[in-house]
C-alpha cells in the first residue's frame, strides 16, 4: 500500500526523439475508457449505534484538538455504515475481477472523513481483489477528490506504464462532530462508486481534463459534443461553462463526492465521451474531466 518513493517514468521507447537527439512530436492526448461501472446506495438507516467509551473518549480528544466538540446525540441518533462497507458495496456493483482484469492502482476518494479509524479502505478494498495493485486514498480535496484521483491514477499509469485504474468514490455520512444540514458538503445518502478504467495512452498526456480557477483558459480541453454531467456544485450556474450542445445531466445536492459520478454511469454513451464537471464553491475551483464512456454504453 505504501510507497516511499515516487515512480520513475519509464525511458522512452527508440525513435520517440527526434534527429541529432531533438524532441520529437508531442503525443496527441488521450481519453480514459470507462469499461465497467458499479454504483453502490443501500436502502434504510444503518447499523444502531453501540456505546464504547474508549470510543467515545477518543472522539472527544481529536475534536478538541480543532476545537469540534463530540457530538453524541448526533452520533448515536445515525445509522452507521462504515465507508469500508460502503466501497465494498460498490466493488460487489462492479461484479467479480479476473487477474487479468484486476487494477495495477486503485485511488479511493471521498470529501467527508469515515467515522471508524480502525480500518483504512484502500487496505480492506486491496484485499477483495486478485494481484497486488498499489491503492491509496486521496481526500482534502472537496467534492473535487474525484477529479483528483482521477488525475493521480492516470499519472501513476504514464509513468509505470500500467494500464488498469480503479477509481472508488465513497460519500459516507455519519460523523462523531457537526455536520453541515445544506449546501454544497451535506451528505443525505451513504453511497460508493466504482469505475475501472482503462488507459491505452502510454506516456501521451490525459486529454479532455482540467482543474483550476473557472477562467476562459481553463475550458481549452473541453468537448462542446460530449454529453456532461455536472454536479450540484453547478447546478444554479455560479460558475461560467462554454457553450455546450449535448445532453445535459444536473445532479443535485446531498452526495458531494459521488453525485455526479453515480450520474456518470446513467449518460454513458456510446456515440460520444462523457464530461464530468463540478465547482467547489468553499475553494473556488472548478474541475472537468472527459471519458469514453463508449464500451460502458454498449452494455
Known sequence: MFRATAPVRRPAPAGADGPHGTPGPTPAAVLPRLIRAGAHTPPGPGAPYRPEAAREDFYRELGALYGADFDREQFAASGRRTSVELAHGALDALGPLTAEECPEVVVVAYSAPDFDHAELVASCVKG???????????????????????????????????????????????????????????????????????????????????????????????????????????????????????????????????????ALLAAADRDRPVVVADYDRERGFLAYCTLDTGELGVR
Open 128 to 262: 477483495r481483489l486478485p494481484g497486488e495493485p498499489l491503492s491509496f486514498a486521496l481526500s482534502d480535496q472537496g467534492v473535487l477528490a474525484p477529479f483528483s484521483a482521477l488525475r493521480v491514477a492516470v499519472e501513476y499509469a504514464r509513468r509505470c506504464g500500467w494500464s488498469r485504474l480503479l477509481l472508488l468514490v465513497v460519500d459516507q455520512g455519519t460523523q462523531p462532530f457537526p455536520l453541515p444540514a445544506t449546501g454544497q458538503g451535506a451528505v443525505h445518502a451513504d453511497a460508493a462508486v466504482a469505475l475501472l478504467i482503462h488507459w491505452d495512452g502510454g506516456d501521451a498526456p490525459l486529454g479532455g481534463a482540467a482543474q483550476g480557477l473557472p477562467e476562459p483558459g481553463l475550458f481549452a480541453g473541453w468537448d462542446t459534443s460530449a454529453a456532461l454531467v455536472t454536479g450540484s456544485g453547478l447546478s444554479d450556474g455560479c460558475a461560467e461553462l462554454p457553450t455546450h450542445g449535448g445532453p445535459w445531466t444536473k445532479v443535485a445536492a446531498g452526495q458531494p463526492a459521488t453525485g455526479g459520478w453515480a
